[in-house]
């Protein structure tokens, strides 16, 4: 089974420009979440989607944006770019659960962004 | 706050040395869920284990071992025999039961890198 892709692998951008990355879930995952890492502040959760509505949402400034589609696929968003932006983005898909918290998370290889 | 903290930052060893990666977690939660993750170089993120609260019970899996303390809020994970192909970096990460319902969020710590030398 087809694991989890994202596209673009890598991008180049410069300061103020805004940036659109995608993410397609395993095939029968409905959760689709997003995660920044950097070296600085290591893994840090974005949001997360569930049947196209968000559920969750970390600590990051509006600027940040995603959506989901009805086949589940995702989508961020960063508008406004800053040099601070330049990071790995992880999208993470999952089989949907009604309990017993988070489950196993499958990643995909990520898009390294450049900000320039 | 919850909170995971790595203390190792990396870690360097000769193969088939057995090596333990620590990890202290902090919640207020009662119900919560701890992880572990492999980070191999191509970046994505490999699930190894996950484990409720309410199990203190050890595991073991071929060459990997996880002692889960509720008393020291401590998961540590140690690789037994080491190889080569065991060197990435690994997270710890943790879930609070409070979440909306099957909602999804982790917290990660900052990482260790393991490097296990020929």
């Known amino acids: 089974k087809a694991g989890v892709t994202q596209t673009p692998r890598y991008l180049i951008k410069t300061r103020g420009q805004q940036v659109t990355l995608s993410c397609s879930p395993i095939?029968?995952?409905?959760?689709v979440s997003w995660y920044q890492q950097t070296p600085g502040q290591g893994l840090q959760f974005l949001f997360e989607?569930?049947?196209?509505?968000?559920?969750n949402k970390g600590n990051f400034p509006g600027r940040f944006s995603g959506r989901q589609f009805s086949n589940s696929r995702s989508e961020m968003n960063v508008s406004t770019l800053e040099l601070g932006d330049s990071a790995l983005y992880l999208c993470a898909s999952s089989f949907h659960r009604t309990s017993g918290g988070t489950g196993e998370l499958f990643f995909g290889e990520g898009s390294r962004l450049t900000v320039l | 706050a919850q909170k995971v903290t790595q203390a190792q930052t990396e870690i360097s060893v000769v193969e088939k040395e057995d090596v333990t990666l620590d990890c202290v977690y902090e919640?207020?939660?009662?119900?919560?869920?701890l992880f572990w993750y492999k980070q191999p170089p191509s970046g994505e993120l490999v699930f190894l284990i996950r484990r409720n609260s309410f199990d203190e019970q050890n595991e073991i899996s071929g060459r990997y071992s996880w002692n889960f303390q509720k008393s020291t809020s401590s998961f540590n994970f140690t690789i037994t025999a080491s190889q080569v192909v065991d060197s990435a970096v690994y997270f710890c990460?943790?879930?609070?039961?409070?979440?909306?319902?099957?909602?999804?969020?982790?917290?990660f710590g900052q990482g260790t890198r393991l490097t296990i030398n020929p």
């Open positions: 095939s029968g995952h409905r959760s």
């Open positions: 989607y569930f049947s196209e509505t968000q559920r």
């Open positions: 990460a943790l879930s609070e039961g409070s979440l909306i319902q099957g909602a999804q969020k982790l917290v």
């Open positions: 919640t207020r939660d009662t119900t919560y869920y």
